[in-house]
């Protein structure tokens, strides 16, 4: 005969417990990140910026090596045309007529044409190459100017992820679990009321009758109501969830002793007295 053993669901008060520590850990977890502050950002903007340049340059070497590969084509072709006129030059000397030798003639013409237009097309080319090459120079410099910032910032966010990273996995197993305690349902609202305050705070406390949260005033019965921890109360101003200092124990029936402790020791030294 086996027996199974059922999981005791947790009580609202418990689960109330288990929220507000759950945000006490969440904030400070929130305050370790603070401390990094904008430095992962600047971080991430900076390799960006690293690897947009770097690839620019790369480019640069790219278009540099065919544009390279245009002016040789083009001295190749000066070469064959010099090659050519001497040919047809040669020629010349042994043709029998006019026509042949004027024939010729206009070949030497087109090949001195052609040499003449490959020699601009190269002066083109190498211009275009001299401007990339200053704006490449500027590239080259900020990339060095770039580089050395995020050494620096890498650094610092290093170091300040050294000092943090322990206390941020202590805490990090903590959340997790307190949020094993919290059904679903209920940790999605409190995942996503934080996510709507700028300060983080989805689980407040009452301070002076009041929301911590946005210290609207909570009517005296709803105060009631959220000391008894029988159930979620929200803010009706902000939604965030509401629970009073109380909830770790019973410190109301502690100074309620201590008041009648207080009052039974003056009445007794008032009998002494008399």
Do not use: W
């Not at 120079?137 to 050294?162: C, M, N, P, R, T």
């Not at 009758?209 to 000391?227: E, M, T």
């Not at 200092?245 to 019973?250: A, K």
């Amino acid at each position: 005969m086996s027996t199974t053993i059922e999981k005791k669901e947790a009580s609202t008060e418990e689960k109330l417990r288990a929220l507000l520590d759950l945000q006490r850990i969440d904030s400070q977890i929130d305050k370790i990140r603070t401390i990094r502050g904008e430095l992962p950002l600047e971080v991430k903007d900076l390799e960006d910026a690293v690897e947009g340049l770097e690839t620019r340059l790369a480019n640069h070497v790219e278009e540099t090596e065919a544009l390279q590969t245009k002016i040789s084509d083009k001295e190749n072709g000066i070469k064959d045309s010099h090659a050519e006129i001497k040919r047809y030059e040669s020629q010349q000397k042994k043709v029998r007529n006019s026509r042949e030798y004027d024939s010729l003639n206009k070949e030497i013409e087109f090949q001195t044409l052609e040499i003449e237009l490959s020699e601009k097309k190269i002066k083109e080319v190498k211009f275009e190459i001299d401007s990339k090459g200053d704006g490449v120079d500027g590239s080259k410099k900020e990339l060095k100017e770039l580089k050395s910032d995020l050494k620096i910032k890498k650094g610092e966010l290093s170091d300040i992820v050294a000092e943090t990273q322990k206390d941020e996995e202590s805490l990090a197993k903590k959340s997790k679990k307190a949020s094993a305690i919290i059904e679903e349902r209920l940790l999605t609202a409190y995942e996503r009321i934080r996510g709507n305050a700028r300060n983080g705070l989805a689980v407040v406390t009452i301070q002076r009758d009041a929301c911590g949260g946005c210290f609207n005033k909570i009517p005296p019965q709803r105060r009631l109501d959220i000391r008894m921890h029988k159930k979620v109360i929200v803010c009706e101003h902000c939604g965030r969830v509401l629970v009073d200092d109380n909830i770790y124990g019973e410190p109301e029936v502690a100074e309620v002793e201590e008041k009648a402790t207080t009052k039974k020791a003056t009445t007794k030294k008032q009998k002494a007295k008399k």
